[in-house]
């Protein structure tokens, strides 16, 4: 077996141990990387020596930490010092952060490897990483397709094994649906649970990092280590963090689960919805209670989001004026400058949303867009409270479709309804895992999402660790052939 097919937490047992050194996995990532990404085209920029050094390091240190010689892949909208972050974008291309990330700064601490920064839809904002300034990455699965997005250069740098897991980012979804589509498990972490210092805002009221990985195992672990209390970001929680990955063995209490009632499917294309009708089928046969729920406020989660994010991103994404960092362009005076910043330095989706959110935030406009979503929100959550007295998951598809073609879906509608599932999770800040559940008949993954009550990341890890082992997708998800799609074959 190749390095890079071993599971993270088995490769972190045997570096602990001392009978596999970091530096020996580290140099087959490398080369495993530079023979697969140009096809896959996972990463803006890799940290080869950085890695190196680091784990020459780590195979030196007596005490080595909980993570010791995992090799990660992190977002580039989660800044490393010394290390360019980009955000996909044309305006912060050559910006090279003075600072490291909550996150990246717990993951090294625990003597993680951070292997390089991976692609992603401008700013976060899309869900196929077609928005990325630079390139489209593409799908492991079929080169032909995207990897989702935002967060699809982590999850195909996972699924591809050019990394043993990486960090994401959620805004609506943007975990959740490129694990889907790339057959990885990813996590949304309860609003405050991961500290956002570090990520680059796009709507701070609705982002959060979560880990992408090959396992809920490893999610279960990364989580234990990126998770907990940080003082510099003012919505972190204080509550402790529970050690998830040693705690995913049966459960002692009763467990019910809500399910979807046929008319949220509506839309659906017809493979998912059948994945989700055998799922349905197995809560039963593992001997779970089930209620079917009626959740009205999920037609207007869409629009609601779609108000509300932009909005909070126009005012975010105003800090990129050419003075203080990034790109500037040429101009006759300061309001040129302005002008021609951002007219240059934003793509097309990135300047849609600052002009949608800068409308919905406007005087006369106000209320009847923002104030209004605002209320929308508040129902939602109201109604998701409501149903976690009844149930202690919501299962729902995490896609209404698998992964689509490069340049299929060209009006941005179509594009935003690739968060139908997802983006309740994010305005009512709750968790959400999706984790793989099977293939359509292409040969494509399909994502089942589990919904969770805040801050019950433990319960979500143990059953969907259960649930894992039932579908039984592990054994062909460590298969590349040479074309870099994945064999389906167990
Ligand atoms: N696809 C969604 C959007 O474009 C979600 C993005 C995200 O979660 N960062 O806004």
Known sequence: MKLIELGLTEAVELVKKGELKAKQIVDDYISHIESEDPKIQAYLNCAFDRASSRALEIDNKKEKGRLAGAIIAVKDNIVTRGLKTTCGSKILEHFVPPYDAAVVERLEAEDAIIIGKTNLDEFAMGSSTENSAFFTTRNPWDLERVPGGSSGGSAAAVAALEAMAALGSETGGSVRQPAAFCGVVGLKPTYGRVSRYGLVAFASSLDQIGPITRSVEDCALITSVIAGFDPRDSTSARFPVPDYFSDLGEFSEKIRIGLLTESSLKGV??????????????????????????????????????????????????????????????????????????????????????????????????????????????????????????????????TPEAAFKVGEKRDPISMYLQDYFTVTANLSGIPGISIPSGLTAAGLPVGLQILSRPFEESKLFKFAFKLEKSFDFQNNRYRINTSGRRKNEK
Request: charged content about 25%.
């Open 269 to 398: 294309k017809q493979e998912i919805a059948e994945n989700y009708h055998r799922v349905q089928a197995l809560m039963a046969e593992l001997g779970f209670e089930t209620k079917s729920l009626d959740l009205p406020s999920w037609q207007v989660a869409l629009p609601c989001y779609y108000v509300i994010a932009p909005s909070e991103a126009s005012s975010n994404l105003a800090r990129y004026d050419g003075v203080r960092y990034g790109f500037r362009a040429e101009a006759r005076d300061l309001s040129d400058m302005y002008v021609k910043t951002r007219t240059q330095g934003f793509g097309s989706e990135v300047k849609r949303r600052i002009l949608l959110g800068t409308f919905a935030l406007s005087s006369g406009y106000y209320d009847a867009y923002y104030a209004k979503a605002s209320r929308a929100r508040q129902v939602i959550t109201g109604e998701l409270q409501a149903a976690f007295e009844l149930v202690d998951f919501i299962l729902t598809p995490t």
